[in-house]
């Protein structure tokens, strides 16, 4: 493996590389890029920018359709991953990809396993496991099955998955989308110190503030071309989202205070027994017209139960949900719809969007039975496509053309395309769940201009995100969900830091009943009064 | 950020996206020209290894169903009930519902239609449309039940519908053996209905000899047309599309699912009953035994070489009927089985299916027009 490194020049290298798709995309115009051995380099730019492509063509998963590809100093031709696997080149994707039902051990060996005559030694694998995640400082636990522990250890086992196979290269696309800030400066840690080691790192993110921590160089691409490589010491987050943009663009939201009318969302002791995933238990809060709400916790702590819950897509066991007086906790969905709720769903290719239909068809499918679409029982096509046109210019969605089916979209447009379909419906209760996920600084910015604008509209809007910087920026008010129960309320999130925001989402500390539920129109109010705990969240949390 | 200028890529990109829209389908169509010509070329090797003379087979084969006017009207009044059936099944399909039904629905159909047109007596114009309605009814109840089982229950649809298959396929034979026999008949076949009831021939309406072929034809453009309109400019057809395409997006955005399967169930059961009702009323006037042949799993065929889009899968019945009318002269007149003409349906078959060819070929010219540039 790896024999045929040149000693000297880049360790992986671009020339006028351009890249073509069969339905006539070209994802990357020449582009030119060099990367030295040792170096941690960030190729960052807006979805659709290249930069993933460009990755695939590093690792075999792409063709150029012109230029060339180096790695090791000499020009290659990578017909699969496998010839980039076997030149020194490994890949973290950002949907990791492991055998959930082996162990950590038998997923990183797999492939090259030790022992012979076609049989494992399996005590081996566990032994070159845990000799590779001391070197990297990568902590797994070798006999654990993927399937149970956490997305960051399955992380560490696909970057420990790449050492084994001796990478000498090691591309993270978006490695940090689904980590805790713990987890990501461990992630960060160890990173470093591969570099230290003589790897080379190129990092894919969204986050400009990882980018400069972590990388040497930032690379930045725009539709396509390589805008500019600059040393991360000279850069701003400014500076390089000016660059991913072509213009000056500040990631700061403006927001002015809220100004909460009456209660909107109401819900009451709300359980609801997941058949699988986490159980929802004794629920109970408010989401005012014109507030932003949001929820902090780690992944897979009932956000996503709860989101589905409010929207109608599963029926909470016990409790009371309403939305604008309108009792939803029995109605189906399009019963939920009617009264008001929009939502965006987190996982957008499941169930955001039907990708191989156009835009026009997945911008209707809340309202294609109703005036002026449809009258008496006849859909007009013009009708939908006009509608297409005008929300396509609204929201400012990049497309050649309406009837381009969705599939074709980067991310960030995708993305455009849900949040325009659910905005558009002048939604009473929003539910927005990680909207911005996989999604553009330039496409970022413009959701939570979009999520503002329609919460100053008189909107309420229930922000469901892992990004927790991204909920301080819009939340009014912060709800965090451990284990399918609410552990904090922050009525007041000025001041508050993501530090104290962890504390609770671990569980280390949390509010007591009495905060939780103050100012709920069912609680005794004298119950809230004589505790002196105000609303405002300055009542002191319980340390456990 | 609301409305930024087109910039220059954009321009560019929406011009390239209409250049690469259109030669995607000049490349479906000669792809589907040229996959004919492999499957003919393949059937003309066969013939010459066999022994034959391919020359004069195809010639039989190709020229044969044009050659005399009767036979014109063979392939048509063929084309008719392929037709039905290939759209019968096409609309499940559009909603990702494998319905392998057709067989039990045609038959329900056949039944409901004979029943009304030999034992009812109607005037005129309600003697013809009764056991149309009737055939369509019943054909639709027999889409219901697997439908209904599939949307409500759960249950496996291509199981559901082969099981009811077995099922009224056995019963049609039982009524057509027994209870509805005409009596005093040596042949298996029930008495013939009345002769309001008959489609009207295209002999009558042409003035030339066109056989069995019957104004059921333009019932069945009528129909196609009709279900092209269902899928691209009614809600429902709306709802039928989006949960073939993504059924959780469909849920999301507050389609009932279900409804939409079951629906998909009772229009293709619909169209199917017509087809059996074109037989009875239009082709052979009387119920006979297995009166459908293979007619129903052909439809299946010719579905998916349409794509499942209903006015594709006229132009595909009419194709695929002519090459089974030729294949019949060609028996007649040469050494050459149908058997060949299976080799060629079998080869274009598997080519139109094999969606990767196409897909392949459009990368390739994509990749050469961007290593020009």
């Known amino acids: 493996m790896n024999e045929s490194w040149a000693d000297a020049g880049p360790a992986v290298a671009a020339h006028a590389v351009t890249k073509t798709y069969g339905n006539g995309v070209r994802a990357v115009r020449g582009v030119d890029l060099e990367v030295p051995s040792g170096e941690i380099r960030a190729v960052v730019g807006e979805n659709g920018a290249g930069k993933s492509t460009l990755m695939k063509m590093f690792y075999g998963l792409e063709q150029p359709s012109s230029g060339e590809i180096l790695i090791g100093g000499r020009p290659r031709v990578l017909r699969g991953p496998g010839s980039a696997i076997a030149l020194g080149v490994g890949m973290v994707h950002q949907n990791l990809m492991l055998v959930p039902s082996f162990t950590v051990a038998q997923n990183v060996v797999l492939g090259v396993e030790p022992g012979q005559r076609g049989l494992v030694d399996s005590r081996a694998a566990v032994e070159t496991t845990a000799l590779l995640a001391e070197e990297s400082g990568l902590a797994v636990d070798p006999k654990a099955r993927v399937d149970e522990v956490s997305v960051g250890m399955r992380q560490r086992t696909e970057i420990l998955k790449a050492l084994h196979r001796r990478a000498r290269v090691l591309i993270l696309d978006e490695p940090t989308a689904v980590l805790t800030p713990q987890e990501t400066e461990d992630l960060f840690a160890a990173v470093r110190r591969l570099r230290d080691g003589g790897m080379t790192v190129l990092f894919i993110s969204h986050k400009l503030r990882e980018v400069r921590e972590i990388s040497d160089k930032v690379s930045v691409m725009r539709a396509g071309s390589l805008v500019g490589t600059v040393a991360t010491a000279d850069a701003t987050e400014r500076s390089l989202a000016a660059m991913m943009v072509g213009r000056d663009l500040s990631l700061d939201v403006d927001r002015a205070p809220a100004r909460p009318a009456e209660v909107t969302l109401r819900v009451r002791d709300l359980a609801y027994d997941a058949p699988t995933g986490q159980s929802l238990h004794g629920l109970g809060f408010d989401v005012a017209a014109g507030e932003i709400v949001g929820v902090a916790g780690i992944e897979g702590h009932g956000q996503s139960e709860l989101a589905e819950v409010l929207a109608g897509l599963r029926r909470p066991t016990t409790g009371t949900v309403s939305v604008g007086g309108t009792d939803t906790a029995g109605l189906d969905v399009a019963g939920h719809r009617r009264a008001g709720i929009g939502y965006v769903p987190e996982d957008r290719l499941y169930n955001g969007a039907a990708l191989d239909e156009s835009i026009a068809d997945n911008l209707v499918v809340d309202r294609h039975d109703r005036p002026p679409l449809a009258r008496r029982g006849v859909l007009h096509p013009g009708a939908v496509r006009t509608h297409a046109e005008r929300l396509i210019e609204e929201y400012a969605i990049r497309t050649p053309d309406p009837s381009v089916p969705v599939r074709a979209l980067s991310g960030g447009n995708m993305q455009k395309v849900i949040v325009a379909r659910e905005l558009s419906a002048g939604p009473r209760l929003l539910i927005a769940s990680q909207v911005t996920r996989g999604v553009d600084v330039g496409a970022m910015r413009f959701m939570y201009e979009r999520l503002v604008a329609a919460r100053d509209a008189g909107a309420a809007v229930l922000l469901i995100s892992a990004d927790l910087t991204e909920l301080l920026a819009l939340s009014d008010r912060l709800l965090v969900l451990k284990d399918g129960r609410l552990v904090g309320r922050f009525d007041d999130t000025a001041g508050l830091t993501e530090k104290r925001v962890g504390l609770y989402m671990l569980g280390v500390e949390h509010h007591d009943q009495e905060q939780l539920t103050a100012g709920l129109d069912d609680v005794e109010p004298d119950d809230v009064e004589s505790d002196g705990v105000g609303p405002d969240g300055s009542g002191e949390a319980s340390a456990v | ?373």
């Open chain 2, 1 to 373: 950020m609301t409305t930024t200028p087109m910039t220059l890529i954009e321009s560019e990109d929406r011009r390239e996206y209409r250049v690469t829209r259109r030669r995607d389908l000049a490349v479906d169509l000669s792809m589907t020209l040229a996959t004919i010509l492999a499957a003919l070329a393949i059937g003309f090797l066969v013939m010459l290894v066999t022994g034959n003379d391919p020359v004069k087979a195809y010639e039989a084969m190709l020229t044969g169903p044009l050659d005399r006017s009767f036979r014109v009207g063979r392939w048509l009044e063929d084309a008719t009930t392929l037709t039905l059936l290939g759209l019968s099944v096409a609309i499940p399909f559009r909603a990702r519902q494998i319905s392998l039904g057709a067989e039990s629905q045609v038959y329900a159909g056949a039944l409901a239609a004979a029943a009304v047109a030999v034992f009812l007596p109607l005037p005129p114009v309600a003697a013809v449309l009764v056991p149309l309605f009737a055939a369509a009814t019943a054909g639709a109840g027999m889409g219901f039940v697997p439908g209904a089982m599939k949307a409500r229950l759960g249950a496996n649809e291509i199981v559901a519908t082969l099981m009811l298959n077995a099922i009224v396929v056995r019963v049609y034979d039982y009524l057509v053996n027994g209870p509805l026999k005409e009596p005093g008949s040596s042949a298996v076949h029930s008495r013939s209905i009345q002769q309001d009831s008959a489609l009207t021939p295209l002999s009558d309406w042409f003035g030339i000899p066109l056989g069995r072929a019957n104004i059921g034809l333009f019932l069945m453009l009528l129909t196609a047309i009709a279900l092209w309109l269902l899928i691209t400019r009614t809600p429902l057809g709306y709802r039928i599309r989006m949960t073939g395409s993504n059924p959780d997006f469909a849920e999301y955005g507050g389609i009932r699912v279900p409804r939409a399967i079951e629906w998909s169930f009772v229009i293709g059961g619909a169209v199917a009953g017509l087809a059996g009702a074109h037989l009875v009323q239009g082709v052979y006037g009387r119920l006979e035994p297995g009166l459908a042949g293979s007619l129903a799993f052909e439809g299946i065929v010719v579905a998916l070489l349409a794509r499942n889009n209903p006015l594709v899968v006229v132009v595909a019945g009419l194709f695929y009927s002519y090459l089974r009318a030729g294949g019949d002269i060609m028996e007649q007149q040469t050494d050459v089985g149908t058997e060949i003409v299976v080799v060629i349906q079998a080869v274009i078959v598997l080519l139109v299916t094999a969606q990767a060819l196409p897909d392949l070929l459009k990368r390739r010219i994509a990749r050469r027009q961007a290593g020009v540039r």
